[in-house]
């Protein structure tokens, strides 16, 4: 009996890692594809590059063209690290600070639901958490991360999201962000004029 149960617990271990594995893999293909097509965007579409540093500067973040660089090239070069799986808590930092900069500059005020006026947060707070739960889980066992032996995951996996995405966009913001200020409303008319 002991047998056939150490046996079921060695069966049910390969089935759980490989679910990590797949789910490590899923996340990560998610997670890069979605910040290479922001990257690009950023850079190439709509407003190009000037656009997206003339609205990073109706933001406050200042300069505009050095931020939009940041941003873009940040979303590209951590797509891409996450879909190869290589660097996997460095890339999910990426991931997780460009997000937290998003969430604080542009969405935290206008409510959680993404479909409210001026874009809530729901979509950056998923991408945020996203990428920490990456950061902890691993990229799992198809990764580049795997075949060098650079296996960072867990608490530690977690630690270097904390302090390179949050941390650093913080820092980012601490130094570079002055909102701007709201408009006073003009005065109200003198009813006795």
Same mark, same amino acid.
């Given at each position: 009996m002991t047998a056939t149960l150490l046996a079921a617990s060695s069966v049910n271990q390969i089935y759980n890692a490989r679910g990590v594995d797949?789910?490590? $893999? $899923? $996340?990560?293909l998610a997670l890069g594809v979605t910040m290479i097509a922001h990257g690009y965007n950023h850079i190439w579409g709509g407003g190009k590059i000037e656009g997206t540093a003339g609205w990073f500067e109706s933001l406050g973040l200042r300069p505009g063209k050095l931020h939009a660089w940041l941003a873009s090239l940040t979303e590209l070069g951590a797509g891409v690290l996450l879909i190869v799986g290589l660097l996997n808590p460095l890339a999910a930092a990426g991931v997780v600070g460009v997000m937290v900069v998003a969430w604080i500059t542009n969405h935290r005020t206008n409510g959680f639901f993404i479909f409210r006026p001026g874009e809530g947060y729901e979509y950056v707070a998923n991408l945020t958490f996203a990428g920490l739960a990456l950061a902890a889980l691993g990229p799992g066992r198809w990764s580049i991360d795997r075949f060098i032996k650079f296996h960072v995951a867990g608490w530690r996996g977690l630690a270097v999201a904390v302090v390179f995405g949050i941390g650093g966009a913080l820092l980012l913001l601490a130094i570079f962000w002055r909102p701007n +200020?709201? +408009?006073?409303d003009a005065p109200a008319a003198d009813p006795a004029s």
């Amino acid at each position: 009996m002991t047998a056939t149960l150490l046996a079921a617990s060695s069966v049910n271990q390969i089935y759980n890692a490989r679910g990590v594995d797949i789910a490590g $893999l $899923l $996340l990560r293909l998610a997670l890069g594809v979605t910040m290479i097509a922001h990257g690009y965007n950023h850079i190439w579409g709509g407003g190009k590059i000037e656009g997206t540093a003339g609205w990073f500067e109706s933001l406050g973040l200042r300069p505009g063209k050095l931020h939009a660089w940041l941003a873009s090239l940040t979303e590209l070069g951590a797509g891409v690290l996450l879909i190869v799986g290589l660097l996997n808590p460095l890339a999910a930092a990426g991931v997780v600070g460009v997000m937290v900069v998003a969430w604080i500059t542009n969405h935290r005020t206008n409510g959680f639901f993404i479909f409210r006026p001026g874009e809530g947060y729901e979509y950056v707070a998923n991408l945020t958490f996203a990428g920490l739960a990456l950061a902890a889980l691993g990229p799992g066992r198809w990764s580049i991360d795997r075949f060098i032996k650079f296996h960072v995951a867990g608490w530690r996996g977690l630690a270097v999201a904390v302090v390179f995405g949050i941390g650093g966009a913080l820092l980012l913001l601490a130094i570079f962000w002055r909102p701007n +200020k709201p +408009k006073a409303d003009a005065p109200a008319a003198d009813p006795a004029s």
